[in-house]
């Protein structure tokens, strides 16, 4: 089953962390690395994280969501203390069609992304291959750090009429409509608010209702879009869960891109909330 998680008024999506933090950031890195050595030879390569059995068996499962019809995305959080983060998308013969993250090293950090036309086919043992298979059609889709930030920007000005250049103008503008939602939700008061969270690889847009009180609990439902999937979250938010909300954790999440969530938080957010896809409880 999906497991979702809230935090800001049940509005960023979040996932399980990597078992092992420190062999997660180390085969982000591997992966990343991989990539820039190989290049555009990476569709001919056989190595071991191409296969998605490999990775589950040393990362866990990782946090499972259907992204497009006939495409499964797998997630893996390294941990609190990095940014690191892998993704791995794969078809329903779980042959992988695309990788993307973000590595985290001594030399710096950044996103990694590509595509595989056609696809890795799951196999018994990676090593067995023979690195003299013949060569196959190949799709390469390097994104770089700036067209990710250029795509956000554009999205999110035609999203709320703004007309934001640059990476700072958009966190001051992020952090100052998600404070007035807090705000406003800390009285429960009434109306629609639209906000957004950044997420990876693109922002998250909400709209969120905040009903009112109702039996000594302020209602609010959350929606927006993941992929092709239209995900509503519907809180029933106790008095002493609304005081979580502060203007000094919004800019803690907004600044950390989402990660700094502590145990608190999600105890309280999955007391108080449930998540729907589509219309079905996840």
């Not at 420190?22 to 290049?39: F, G, R, V, W």
């Not at 950044?110 to 056609?118: K, V």
Request: charged content about 20%; proline content about 3%; hydrophobic content about 35%.
């Amino acid at each position: 089953m999906i497991r979702l998680r809230t935090v800001i008024a049940a509005c960023l999506l979040m996932v399980p962390f990597a078992t092992n933090a420190s062999l997660c950031q180390e085969m982000t890195n591997k992966i990343n690395s991989d990539l820039t050595a190989y290049a555009a030879s990476i569709q001919q390569k056989h190595l071991p994280w191409m296969s998605l059995s490999w990775v589950q068996r040393r990362l866990g499962n990782g946090h499972e969501m259907k992204v497009a019809e006939n495409q499964i995305q797998y997630e893996w959080r390294c941990g609190e203390e990095t940014d690191a983060v892998l993704f791995i998308q794969t078809n329903q013969e779980k042959a992988i069609t695309n990788v993307h993250g973000v590595y985290s090293s001594n030399e710096g950090s950044g996103l990694f992304s590509m595509d595989f036309n056609p696809p890795i086919q799951p196999v018994a043992s990676v090593k067995k291959i023979a690195e003299n298979q013949g060569s196959v059609q190949k799709s390469v889709n390097i994104q770089s750090k700036s067209m990710l930030l250029a795509q956000g920007i554009k999205e999110y000005n035609q999203r709320f009429n703004t007309a934001i250049q640059n990476l700072e103008q958009l966190r001051v503008d992020i952090t100052a409509k998600v404070r007035d939602y807090a705000a406003n939700l800390r009285l429960c008061k009434p109306g629609v608010y639209r906000y957004a969270i950044p997420g990876l690889p693109h922002l998250l847009f909400f709209t969120s209702l905040i009903q009112g009180q109702q039996n000594n609990r302020c209602l609010v439902d959350s929606s927006y879009q993941q992929g092709e999937n239209k995900m509503l979250i519907k809180c029933h938010y106790r008095p002493e869960s609304l005081g979580v909300f502060t203007d000094e954790y919004v800019e803690s999440l907004v600044g950390s891109g989402g990660k700094k969530v502590d145990g608190e938080m999600e105890k309280m957010v999955a007391s108080d909330c449930e998540t729907f896809m589509d219309g079905k409880k996840a």
